[in-house]
């Protein structure tokens, strides 16, 4: 079975801190594939990156960067020099191209403060 | 420019009432999907379709049900409303297959069963 673990539920910094939101995942798929939302407090659901099982090079967009560690199961998200904005739900999700369970699962979300 | 619109955006209703909840996307994509949102629990998938006519049921099915008659289109209905099933309802779309590719999500529907 396909399973997504985000341990933080909820996470508080000061503006301009790193932050690291963790995700470990489960799944007997060879082939899957990896995703993080954003969930702002307006409420819409916003796709921030995706990743396949081939793929464990980290990715950096600006202050976003993405941690993916077979060995590990874990698919980290990095946020440097955090702003308020950032402030939202993150959730990882996880999906598998030839299981039965063909669909995206999603991890419970870890809800994210900044402070000023 | 395409979209994923879901309506209402808010409902109450009684328990015991039947309730549809239509979501309707302007991409042509194949896949769509209802997840509801329950705080401490993410995104759960409730039923999800890869084309007109198929429809497969996800984590949380109970107590709910689709059909898909056309590509735009996939309603979810709950027969009987209750109290359990008070929640934010997104719906999803997607093009490469809803494994692969990324999920289009409408705005939300908050339904309250009092």
């Known amino acids: 079975a396909q399973k997504v673990t985000q341990a933080q539920t909820e996470i508080s910094v000061v503006e301009k801190e790193d932050v690291t939101l963790d995700c470990v995942y489960e799944t007997r798929d060879t082939t899957y594939y990896l995703f993080w939302y954003k969930q702002p407090p307006s409420g819409e659901l916003v796709f921030l990156i995706r990743?396949?099982?081939?793929?464990?090079q980290n990715e950096i967009s600006g202050r976003y960067s993405w941690n993916f560690q077979k060995s590990t199961s874990s698919f980290n998200f990095t946020i440097t020099a955090s702003q308020v904005v950032d402030s939202a739900v993150y959730f990882c999700?996880?999906?598998?191209?030839?299981?039965?369970?063909?669909?995206?699962?999603f991890g419970s979300g870890t809800r994210l403060s900044i402070r000023p | 420019d395409a979209e994923i619109t879901q309506s209402p955006r808010h409902k109450i209703t009684e328990t015991g009432r039947q309730v549809t909840l239509a979501c309707h996307q302007t991409?042509?994509?194949?896949?769509m999907f209802w997840y509801r949102q329950d705080l401490g629990h993410g995104l759960r998938l409730i039923h999800y379709s890869y084309g007109v006519h198929d429809t497969n049921k996800g984590e949380v099915s109970d107590g709910y049900s689709v059909s898909r008659s056309n590509t735009e289109d996939l309603p979810l209905t709950l027969e009987s409303a209750a109290s359990s099933q008070t929640s934010v309802y997104f719906c999803?779309?997607?093009?490469?297959?809803?494994?692969?590719?990324?999920?289009?999500f409408g705005e939300g529907s908050r339904l309250t069963v009092l």
């Open positions: 999700a996880l999906s598998g191209k030839y299981s039965s369970a063909s669909k995206i699962i």
């Open positions: 991409w042509n994509h194949n896949n």
């Open positions: 990743r396949n099982s081939f793929d464990e």
């Open positions: 999803a779309s997607s093009v490469v297959g809803g494994d692969t590719g990324e999920l289009f």
